[in-house]
């Protein structure tokens, strides 16, 4: 399977975006989903994951309350809605998918290429 995120972009400090991931080959449904990003000159770090059947979500402590994941199995997408942005969420965002349960760490089987988030102050 390959998995494509997208919606990433130029923002202001406080602003929201909403990230899309789809993949192709597969149903994104049929696989636990997690969000990852990764800041320059640091590592990857966990932001967000969904299980298969939404029944269970985890968010990171540094996004709590200001991201929202969640699925639209009618568009076969995985979103994750980010309000109240800060410079410091500004990096490359992952969507990663694995076949059985989610997970907070990496240890997921695909993933896709990523999309550039930049917020400004």
């Known amino acids: 399977v390959q998995l494509q995120a997208s919606g990433g972009g130029l923002v202001q400090a406080g602003g929201s975006l909403r990230l899309s991931c789809t993949a192709s080959?597969?149903?994104?449904?049929?696989?636990?989903v997690g969000w990852f990003r990764q800041a320059p000159g640091k590592e990857r770090e966990f932001v967000a994951a969904?299980?298969?059947?939404?029944?269970?979500?985890y968010y990171a402590d540094s996004v709590k309350g200001r991201f929202t994941i969640s699925r639209d199995n009618a568009k076969d997408t995985i979103y994750l809605q980010m309000n109240s942005l800060k410079p410091g969420d500004t990096a490359v965002y992952y969507c990663?998918?694995?076949?059985?349960?989610?997970?907070?760490?990496?240890?997921?089987?695909?993933w896709g290429q990523g999309t550039q988030v930049t917020v400004s102050s």
């Open positions: 990663a998918a694995r076949d059985w349960a989610v997970r907070t760490n990496d240890d997921y089987d695909y």
């Open positions: 080959g597969r149903s994104v449904g049929s696989y636990a």
């Open positions: 969904i299980s298969r059947n939404s029944g269970s979500i």
